[in-house]
């Protein structure tokens, strides 16, 4: 009796302990600043055109700063606006790359800084079962206890990268690696306006391992445009997400697979090269020419994230979209690959510490590289001329906690072929990162 009094009491004294450690937010401010500062070095190229990547070399920077505000409203009920100011100088002019070498690039338009609404959504959670989880407070997530089993529906404005295609490695260019091929499936062209969100609704149902997650989101109304098509019934980005949580070699891990189908009026590259050949001298951005029908662009991905040893994880992320059309949101991938290893410094004394290396692989369709060959340019590249050869990207970073809340990161970035052609390149691109969060 004594000895099950005395576990009783253990289990008593873990169990509040435990509880000491949870938090309950009802409501959050927080706060973040990044600013990112390149570099590229001079490389060789047998031609340029108005969509190159500067062959001589440039400095650029990014600045972003983020206001985060959220408050439970009623009984798994919770709202979030986001409000954030940027400015900065993209590296020439965020054309010239497929994966382009600052995720942050998208959130700025200028050397004076401009303050905008980020996100202003609601997220409704029904819990499925009566066992719950800790969830720790996060940008846009208030710490609590949510049913393990649930179902949440997410509305409102904002990205469908904060849904979709999510990975403990590579995801956040604010604190993990820079390149878009990085942040997501470089392929994934999922709807949104020119700096990445729109409005539009995500569920999600949460049940044992499994996750199945499906969205709808508005799109722009020029391809890659910044004011947003509201007709959502008739133009709009679909994705549905597969997540299967598991366990390898007693290793945590995790399979995400990822469909989209957008429905838009887009361009396809086959009538802009026609367009080319009769057209000759006019306009090399023949796609504006013949955006004349709605079309549907869709792909297929798989996102693999596994933890490989203690502070060692591993990822990859695959996918293959249509190529027949223009970009309509993202960038200019039909094809892509990227895979990884992220190291936390424990071993060497610095947990805070991030080590990552990453390497990626994108390509495009036929029809896309015969318009390129032909002169055409499209929004992001257009060198005159193709020498086409898959892009190739290595990237590498460090990331150091300077102090509570601060972390200066140096990155670098080996790119051969930018932008599918082998006739420029390699360009090199080095960082420095600095983020605070508040």
């Known amino acids: 009796m004594r000895l099950h009094s005395a576990l009783l009491l253990a289990l008593s004294i873990a169990t509040t302990a435990q509880a000491a450690d949870e938090v309950h937010e009802d409501w959050q401010l927080k706060g973040q600043a990044t600013y990112v500062g390149q570099k590229s070095k001079n490389f060789g190229a047998r031609y340029s055109d108005r969509n190159s990547l500067n062959a001589d070399g440039e400095n650029s920077y990014t600045f972003t700063s983020t206001a985060y505000l959220g408050a439970r409203l009623w009984k798994g009920g919770e709202a979030y606006l986001n409000i954030e100011a940027g400015q900065g100088d993209p590296m020439s002019a965020l054309t010239g790359l497929g994966g382009f070498s600052n995720g942050e690039a998208t959130r700025v338009s200028g050397n004076s800084i401009k303050a905008y609404r980020q996100r202003l959504f609601v997220r409704q959670t029904w819990g499925l079962g009566d066992e719950t989880e800790y969830q720790e407070s996060e940008f846009n997530q208030m710490a609590g206890r949510v049913a393990k089993d649930r179902f949440v529906l997410t509305a409102g404005n904002f990205s469908a990268l904060d849904i979709f295609d999510d990975n403990a490695y590579a995801k956040d260019p604010r604190t993990q690696f820079l390149n878009w091929s990085n942040m997501a499936h470089t392929a994934y062209d999922y709807g949104a306006d020119a700096r990445g969100f729109g409005w539009g609704f995500a569920a999600e149902w949460y049940q044992g391992d499994w996750v199945l997650r499906f969205g709808r989101m508005t799109g722009p109304k020029l391809p890659n445009g910044p004011e947003i098509d509201f007709r959502i019934l008739r133009h709009y980005g679909d994705q549905v997400e597969i997540e299967h949580a598991h366990t390898l070699a007693g290793r945590p891990g995790k399979v995400r697979l990822l469909a989209f189908r957008n429905r838009a009026k887009l361009a396809a590259y086959t009538e802009a090269s026609d367009w080319l050949a009769a057209n000759p001298g006019v306009d090399a951005q023949a796609i504006n020419h013949v955006r004349n029908g709605v079309r549907i662009k869709y792909g297929f991905g798989i996102n693999l994230e596994q933890e490989v040893a203690d502070d060692l994880g591993w990822f990859l992320r695959a996918m293959h979209a249509d190529g027949r ?48 060959a032909r002169g055409g340019l499209s929004f992001f590249i257009g060198d005159g001329k193709l020498a086409y050869d898959p892009e190739h990207i290595v990237e590498t970073y460090y990331s150091w906690k300077a102090l509570s809340g601060l972390w200066l990161t140096a990155n670098y970035q080996h790119i051969g072929n930018p932008a599918y052609n082998a006739d420029r390149g390699p360009a090199n691109i080095y960082s420095l990162r600095v983020h605070a969060e508040f």
């Open 325 to 372: 059309t223009e970009t309509y949101a993202f960038t200019e991938a039909d094809g892509s690959f990227s895979t990884g290893l992220s190291l936390k410094g424990g071993r060497w004394n610095r947990p805070d510490d991030t080590l990552g290396v990453a390497w990626m692989r994108n390509t495009i369709s036929s029809e896309r590289r015969d318009y390129l």
